[in-house]
Nanobody, 112 residues
Framework: QVQLVESGGGSVQPGGSLRLSCVASRSIFSINVMGWYRQAPGKERELVATITSGGRTNYGDSVKGRFTISKANARNTVYLQMNSLKPEDTAVYYC??????WGQGTQVTVSS
C-alpha cells in the first residue's frame, strides 16, 4: 500500500503550461508502473501517461507530444509536465501507483 498526494493543478489559458507532482508515502523505486490518469465530467477515467521502474514511458494519444512524464526516485515523486494545454485537457488528474493505489486528484482547468 502506498499513499499518493497530487499537487500543481490550477487554471490556465489555452496554450499554457502546468506541472503536476505526485509524492508517494514510500519509495517508488520498486513500483513497476506509475502513472497519471484523468477524468472529465461525464466521461470515463482515461490514461494520460505511465512510466515504468526502468523509465519506459507511454502516453495517451491525445497528449502525445505535449505532455511529459518523469520521476525522481530520490524524492518519491512522479511529475507530469503539460504544455500547449487545450480546453479538452480540463479534468481531474489522478496519480496511480502499481495500478491499485490512487491519489485524491488535482483539478486542471484550461479556459480563456
Amino acid at each position: 500500500q502506498v499513499q499518493l498526494v497530487e499537487s500543481g493543478g490550477g487554471s490556465v489559458q489555452p496554450g499554457g503550461s502546468l506541472r503536476l507532482s505526485c509524492v508517494a508515502s514510500r519509495s517508488i523505486f520498486s513500483i513497476n508502473v506509475m502513472g497519471w490518469y484523468r477524468q472529465a465530467p461525464g466521461k470515463e477515467r482515461e490514461l494520460v501517461a505511465t512510466i515504468t521502474s526502468g523509465g519506459r514511458t507511454n502516453y495517451g494519444d491525445s497528449v502525445k507530444g505535449r505532455f511529459t512524464i518523469s520521476k525522481a526516485n530520490a524524492r518519491n515523486t512522479v511529475y507530469l509536465q503539460m504544455n500547449s494545454l487545450k480546453p479538452e485537457d480540463t479534468a481531474v488528474y489522478y496519480c496511480n501507483a502499481g495500478y491499485s493505489n490512487w491519489g485524491q486528484g488535482t483539478q486542471v482547468t484550461v479556459s480563456s
